[in-house]
């Protein structure tokens, strides 16, 4: 108890200081919070956080079941497509997809080492934007592989070998089977990742995209000469979005564990505990059924 009014008391001198420290500026976050060009990289941070999960998803799950397959050669693809963009820091990948106009200057279309059918200049087709989401969701793939195929595995071997022994398809053991059991696992850390994507929205700026929350904000910091207010703007944004998917997160969590730790053990009649049984019981070869009843004590303390 006394450590936590402690806690309390530190919590609460913490807020007091925050109120009225001039650096804050708390004005000037009021002032830019609902700001335009705020609200507007506010919806931009979330284009690029849902584009790039959707993306990192199907590419995760393609490159987990590669991991999963029997095949040398693919589980060996997957598997260098895994030690790279898990090694490599995702500000060096960001970078690297913003200069890729320098390693590749077009883009074609055709049969190798021949004339291309349809040549595009690459800076032309693709633009920071859509760069910062390749970016993206190129890395996100990569551990959301290891989150899927953990999930796989987390199924017990028997499930698919009792779908197969029903006729069923792999495709339907799968999607019937296999899947709603290894969702329990893939949930969770899923929904961390997604979190973890909006913060690192921020790291776009290394493409270079300039019109994300952060950047933004960083942006109009620099006119005002006062980046502490911005930087409690956004931070609130980050930490509205971020409640909202915790929220989400949360009632899937619950909807795909529905039945697991539901199943109580059985409670035992006292009547029964040292192993007698009562009830009812069909006798063989009589027609009415017999009746059983548990021994009472004998003299002496002898059943």
């Known amino acids: 108890m006394v450590f936590a009014v402690v806690i309390v008391v530190v919590f609460a001198l913490l807020l007091v200081d925050a109120a009225f420290r001039p650096a804050y500026d708390w004005p000037s976050v009021g002032k830019y919070i609902f700001d335009r060009r705020i609200s507007q990289a506010a919806l931009v941070t979330l284009e690029l956080t849902v584009y790039s999960m959707v993306i990192a998803i199907i590419l995760g799950v393609i490159l987990a079941v590669m991991r999963l397959s029997p095949n040398p050669v693919v589980k060996s693809i997957a598997w260098f497509y895994l030690w790279v963009f898990r090694g490599t820091p995702v500000y060096v990948q960001l970078t690297i997809w913003g200069l890729i106009s320098l390693i590749y200057t077009s883009i074609d279309i055709g049969i190798p080492f021949m004339e291309p059918w349809v040549s595009f200049p690459t800076q032309a087709a693709l633009n920071l934007f859509t760069l910062a989401i390749i970016g993206l969701a190129l890395n996100e793939a990569a551990y959301m592989a290891e989150i899927v195929r953990a999930g796989l595995l987390a199924v017990d071997r028997g499930q698919e070998e009792a779908a197969t022994a029903l006729g069923m398809s792999w495709s339907q053991t799968m999607t019937r089977v296999i899947l709603p059991q290894s969702m329990r ?70 909807r795909f564990a529905r039945g697991v730790g539901d199943r109580q053990p059985e409670k035992k009649d006292p009547g029964t505990a040292t192993g007698a049984f009562t009830g009812v019981v069909p006798v063989i070869g009589s027609d009415p059924p017999a009746i059983v009843t548990p021994p009472k004590d004998r003299p002496g303390g002898q059943q």
């Not at 899923?190 to 933004?216: C, Y």
């Not at 942006?219 to 929220?247: H, Q, R």
């Open 185 to 254: 696992v893939i949930i969770p850390p899923t929904g961390n990742e997604v979190i973890s994507m909006l913060k690192t929205t921020s790291l776009v700026t290394a493409v270079p995209f300039s019109f994300e929350l952060f950047t933004r904000s960083r942006d109009i910091s620099a006119e005002t000469f006062n980046p502490i207010p911005l930087l409690i703007v956004a931070s609130l944004w980050y930490l509205f979005f971020t409640s909202i998917l915790m929220v989400g997160q949360h009632f899937l969590e619950k």
